[in-house]
C-alpha cells in the first residue's frame, strides 16, 4: 500500500510538472487516446493483481526458500544495489528482445503506437506484455534473493524512474545532461519512441543509461521528427480494442 501511494503521488506530481514545463504541445483530438492509455493502464492493474507472479512474491519465496545470492550479503545498500542492478538488467533485455524478435514486438509496439509521449504512455502497455514483464523480474527476484522490502522499494524506484522517463518534460541541459549518466531522462527515452526505426531501436533502458551504455545501445538526446508508428498505426492507436487484438495482426 505505501509502494502503491508513493507511485500515485510521483504521478500527480509529474502531471502538475506537465502542465508547468511542457515540452512538447498536446495533439488536437487527444481525450480518445488518454481514455485508451488508461484503460489499458486499468486492465493491466487488475490482471496483475489477480495473478501472484511479481518481484514481491518471487522474494518472498526466495527468503522462505533460501534461495538466491543475496543470502550471502549482509549490507542492505549493497543487496538493494544489486536489486536495481539485477532487474534493470532484466528488463533491458527483455526491452531489446521485444524490438528484435516478431512475436514479442507484437505485444511491445502497442505502447510505440502512442503518437505522443507523456505520463499516461507509461502506462500503456499490452496486458501480455505485462505477464511477461511479471515473469522476467520474478525470475530477477529469484536470482537475487532480498528481503521483501527491498524488493518492494527497488520495484517502486524502478517504477516511478520509468514514470518519469515518458514525462512530457522540458529540461534545462544543465540538468539534464548530467543527470543522463545515470538515470533515463524524458530527453533519452523520447529518441526510443521515435518513429525513425535506427532511433527506436536505442535507448532500451527503463531506469537507467548504464546497461545501454555497456551494450552499445545508448543514443544522446534529440528530437524525433515524429513519435509513434506512422500513419498505418496512427489511425488505431486510440482505439482500446483494435490495440489489444493488435498482436494477432502481423
Not at 49 to 66: D, F, L, N, T
Not at 111 to 136: F, G, K, M, Q, Y
Not at 200 to 229: E, H, I, K, M, Q
Amino acid at each position: 500500500m505505501i509502494a502503491l501511494t508513493l507511485f500515485l503521488g510521483c504521478f500527480v506530481a509529474l502531471a502538475f510538472a506537465e502542465l508547468l514545463w511542457r515540452a512538447r504541445p498536446p495533439l488536437a483530438g487527444g481525450d480518445r487516446r488518454l481514455a485508451t492509455n488508461f484503460a489499458l493502464a486499468a486492465a493491466n492493474l487488475m490482471i496483475v493483481s489477480m495473478v501472484p507472479v511479481s518481484g514481491v512474491a518471487a522474494s518472498a519465496w526466495a527468503q522462505a526458500q533460501g534461495i538466491g545470492v543475496g543470502h550471502w550479503l549482509e549490507s542492505a545498500p549493497a543487496l538493494f544495489a544489486l536489486f536495481l542492478l539485477v532487474r534493470s538488467l532484466g528488463s533491458y533485455v527483455l526491452h531489446r528482445a521485444s524490438h528484435r524478435f516478431a512475436p514479442l514486438w507484437r505485444l511491445h509496439r502497442i505502447h510505440h503506437a502512442d503518437p505522443e509521449i507523456d505520463l499516461s504512455t507509461a502506462l500503456r502497455n499490452h496486458p501480455a506484455e505485462v505477464l511477461l514483464a511479471a515473469l522476467v523480474g520474478a525470475g530477477c527476484a529469484l536470482a537475487v534473493g532480498a528481503p521483501v522490502w527491498i524488493a518492494t522499494a527497488g520495484e517502486t524506484v524502478l517504477a516511478v524512474i520509468a514514470l518519469w522517463a515518458h514525462a512530457n518534460l522540458r529540461l534545462p541541459a544543465a540538468i539534464g545532461q548530467p543527470m543522463a549518466l545515470l538515470l533515463v531522462t524524458p530527453g533519452v527515452h523520447l529518441v526510443h519512441h521515435s518513429a525513425e526505426r535506427g532511433e527506436c531501436d536505442s535507448n532500451y533502458g527503463d531506469a537507467f543509461t548504464l546497461w545501454d551504455r555497456v551494450f552499445g545501445s545508448y543514443s544522446p538526446p534529440c528530437a524525433p521528427a515524429r513519435l509513434g508508428l506512422g500513419d498505418a498505426a496512427d489511425a488505431d492507436a486510440d482505439r482500446l480494442l483494435r490495440q489489444l487484438a493488435w498482436p494477432l495482426r502481423r
